[in-house]
């Protein structure tokens, strides 16, 4: 029987990749992520802090090379610059009159590059590639515990505040006249922000960490009116795409990070397209009715 | 419901608001909110009514003056749960992925563990509240397909599982159908019957005298506080509104009604 299966080709060339350890173990990790950004990007997205989960994935790379020259876990590094350049753009927005964007801009684009500057300067082993773009399929275990930590840390915050942050992310006001401490909310949420991308840095790279925030959240929220859909949609559009895409890039040698956002594109596109209430389809027909309800009142009058 | 709760009174102190573009919305308003009374805010498009409103409630931080509730600060007065706030409709993101339930039970967060897991008083106090403005049956709507009128129902009804013993309320007439209006104000009035305090912005100057017990009106600054009798005169008017005829304005917001959304 085994031997059957064995000689169709298809089945083969399906299965091969699963007796590689290190290929498990990637799919594993990025499904793991792939979790993790999924429920944060609900909050984010609902929040409009799209530009903000941008800025913190940027702002992580003198972290990541000063923790290296340090010798202490690249995560450390990475959150403690990530989440100071949050409060670097709090602190600059309310000092100045600047909009928010130009803070955000200036700031991120600022650690980016003095980051930039560090790693050519400082003589580490940090593959510049690697930072930028992700490395899941060559991950180290020492690197596969601090992901898990950071992630753990994640859910279990958003798990025992989630009710208070969907509150935060509605209507802060309310949150305030009922005497809760938004200013705490508020740096909460930073926090897992940049929790969440330093779980995520090995598998999507900065680069393209931003979509994995995004794009899930987006895509849920397109298909559903309800939170607690919305997050199921996510996780499992999210944690597909990561199997799928890190499976996919080991079978065709193209970037893991690269593979798990195409599919994530894609499955968002499709629910825009064809989302059964707020989709372009389902809101074209819904403009459609108008003008022909309007043309059968005219006959009727011309009757 | 208790009957005899104690009342609530808001002093405003010399109170001036400026943005950080270094606009100066509110400017030296002192005013007294008379403890179980209604009392109206009137004023035109941009005189400052969200804003001293945000600066009762303690969303704005004033540049200068002080604000008292029953003589406690305000941080202090919504860590007791004595101030509810309905927004203004534009405020509010109604695409958000929440029921008119879950909205009105953000009303009872205060009262709960910091999990919020609802007990069986807050869902009976949601159920009472719901069932009080009349939205029982639009409970597990998305806030986004209610129309005008339910929309601050929905709101409302938050503020009343909320408990609280003061109640501003943000243009809840703007949007809203007559009908709606009327129910509202029915509401307004058994609330201060039972003691709330209640501070209400509006624009339909026709209602004001039928439900109003006290009158502020506001441009940059309160130009006249008092009994809506003594206040809501014509040359009143016509200063907060500057220079309009007060009969053309009636006529300008008689207009705007009747474009309000059906229901
Ligand atoms: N967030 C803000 N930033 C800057 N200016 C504002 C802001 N909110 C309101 N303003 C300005 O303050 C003034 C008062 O506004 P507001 O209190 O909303 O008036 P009203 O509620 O009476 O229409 C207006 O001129 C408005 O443009
Ligand atoms: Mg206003």
């Known amino acids: 029987m085994s031997n059957l299966i064995a000689k169709i080709p298809l089945v083969d060339w399906l299965i091969e990749p699963f007796q590689y350890g290190f290929l498990v173990q990637a799919i594993w990790v990025s499904a793991f992520v792939g979790l993790v950004c999924a429920v944060l990007s609900c909050y984010i997205t609902l929040k409009g802090w799209s530009l903000m989960g941008d800025a913190v994935s940027h702002a992580v790379v003198p972290g990541v090379v000063v923790a290296y020259a340090l010798n202490i876990p690249f995560a450390i590094g990475a959150f403690v610059f990530g989440f100071g350049a949050t409060v670097a753009i709090g602190y600059i927005k309310s000092k100045t009159r600047l909009k928010e964007d130009a803070v955000i801009g200036v700031v991120f684009t600022g650690f980016f590059a003095f980051g930039l500057v560090l790693i050519t300067k400082i003589p580490s082993n940090i593959d510049l590639f690697h930072i930028l773009f992700g490395n899941v399929l060559g991950i180290s275990q020492q690197d596969i515990i601090q992901t898990l930590i950071a992630g753990t840390i994640t859910l279990l915050v958003i798990l025992i505040r989630r009710k208070d942050l969907l509150l935060f992310c509605f209507d802060p006001n309310h949150a305030k006249a009922i005497g809760l401490n938004t200013q705490f909310m508020y740096y909460t949420l930073l926090s897992v922000l940049a929790l969440t991308i330093v779980t995520a840095l090995q598998t999507a790279g900065i680069i393209l960490v931003i979509a994995m925030l995004v794009t899930p959240g987006s895509t849920a929220y397109l298909l559903t009116d309800r939170f607690d859909h919305m997050l199921g949609i996510s996780i499992a559009t999210s944690v597909f795409s990561c199997v799928g895409g890190t499976y996919l890039s080991y079978h065709f040698d193209v970037s893991t990070g690269g593979a798990i956002v195409v599919l994530l594109t894609v499955l968002f596109m499709v629910a825009m397209v064809f989302a059964p209430k707020y989709g372009i389809l389902a809101q074209n027909s819904h403009q459609q009715l108008v003008p022909v309800e309007n043309q059968a009142e005219a006959n009727k009058i011309v009757d | ?263």
């Open chain 2, 1 to 263: 419901m208790p009957t005899a709760i104690q009342t609530l009174d808001i002093s405003v102190n010399n109170l001036s608001v400026t943005y950080s573009n270094a606009k100066l919305a509110l400017y030296n308003a002192n005013c007294t909110i008379e403890p179980g009374s209604i009392t109206a805010l009137v004023g035109p498009n941009g005189s400052g009514k969200s804003t001293l409103f945000k600066s009762i409630m303690g969303f704005l931080k004033p540049s200068q003056g002080q604000i008292r509730i029953a003589g406690l600060p305000v941080q202090k007065a919504q860590k007791k749960q004595l101030m509810a706030y309905v927004p203004q409709s534009d405020e509010v993101d109604w695409n958000f992925p929440v029921s008119v339930f879950d909205v009105v039970m953000m009303g009872r967060y205060g009262y709960m563990n910091l999990l919020r897991i609802p007990g069986s008083k807050d869902r009976r106090l949601v159920m009472e509240s719901l069932e009080r403005v009349g939205m029982i049956d639009f409970r597990t709507h998305q806030i986004g397909e209610l129309s005008g009128g339910q929309k601050k129902r929905a709101f409302l009804a938050r503020a009343l599982a909320q408990e609280g013993k003061v109640i501003l309320l943000d243009e809840p007439f703007t949007g809203v159908d007559v009908k709606t209006e009327k129910r509202i104000i029915d509401l307004l009035i058994q609330l201060r019957d039972e003691g709330h305090t209640i501070l209400v912005s509006t624009h339909d100057l026709a209602s004001i005298s039928t439900f109003c017990d006290r009158t502020i009106l506001l441009n940059q600054t309160i130009l006249a506080a008092g009994k809506t009798e003594e206040t809501f005169t014509e040359e009143n008017l016509a200063m907060t509104f500057g220079g309009l005829p007060v009969n053309s304005l009636r006529q300008m917001f008689h207009n705007s009604e009747v474009e309000a959304r059906y229901e």
